[in-house]
């Protein structure tokens, strides 16, 4: 069974801290990973997305990383601010444009705190 | 454009009334996708559609009901609404093209079944 589990389940840190978020997949055939933001109240917003080639891709203080060997990605958030208060949500599809092999994680509930 | 836009926001039923959640794209998207979101839980694959006349049945399809007559609009239906079907609903859609996907949710309609 296609498995996308993230962690921490929650995590509070300081404004201005760096943060790393975790995701572990056991989805396969792996097509690509992406990294959502969500905003209490509101629709996921994509990051980032990477395919199997990718190792590492970044926007802005966002940075995520795949190891397709180990199943694993990460999320790391630079100089945190208090409007990266969200749900963090790893998504793992098994094929490219099929919507049904979407695998989505529970998600990391980010704080920031001032 | 407008994107993905939802309605209504918020809606509070009684068990065995029917609703449909409207569902909106002005992108030409030809995917849509109707998923609900419980809390602490990933986002479910309720229904999908890859076009205009085409809709299939996603990971949680029992007691709803979509249609896909037009490229722009998507609509959920319930007919017999239960309190296991409280929960966030998101309608996103997709862009696929050039090896290129980008996914778009709407803002969620809150449904409480009571």
């Known amino acids: 069974k296609n498995q996308v589990e993230q962690s921490p389940q929650s995590l509070i840190i300081l404004e201005g801290k760096n943060c790393t978020l975790q995701c572990n997949y056991t989805v396969s055939p792996f097509s690509n990973l992406r990294w959502y933001k969500q905003d209490t109240g509101r629709g996921p917003v994509s990051l980032t997305i990477m395919t199997f080639s990718e190792n590492t891709k970044s926007n802005g203080r966002y940075t995520a990383t795949l190891d397709a060997d180990t199943k694993q990605s990460s999320l790391h958030i630079t100089a945190s601010q208090l409007s990266d208060s969200a749900s963090y949500i790893c998504?793992?599809?098994?094929?490219?444009?099929?919507?049904?092999?979407?695998?989505f994680g529970s998600g990391t509930q980010l704080t920031v705190l001032p | 454009n407008a994107g993905v836009t939802q309605t209504p926001k918020f809606r509070i039923l009684k068990i065995g009334q029917s609703m449909t959640l409207q569902c909106t794209q002005d992108?030409?998207?030809?995917?849509m996708y109707w998923y609900r979101q419980d809390p602490g839980m990933g986002l479910k694959l309720i229904y999908y559609s890859v076009g205009a006349g085409i809709t299939d049945k996603g990971e949680v399809p029992n007691g709803y009901n979509v249609s896909r007559s037009t490229t722009e609009d998507f609509p959920l239906r319930l007919e017999l609404a239960a309190p296991s079907q409280t929960s966030v609903y998101f309608c996103a859609s997709i862009h696929a093209a050039g090896g290129q996907i980008k996914q778009f949710f709407g803002p969620g309609t809150r449904l409480t079944v009571l």
């Open positions: 998504v793992v599809s098994a094929q490219p444009g099929s919507a049904r092999q979407l695998t």
């Open positions: 992108m030409n998207h030809n995917y």
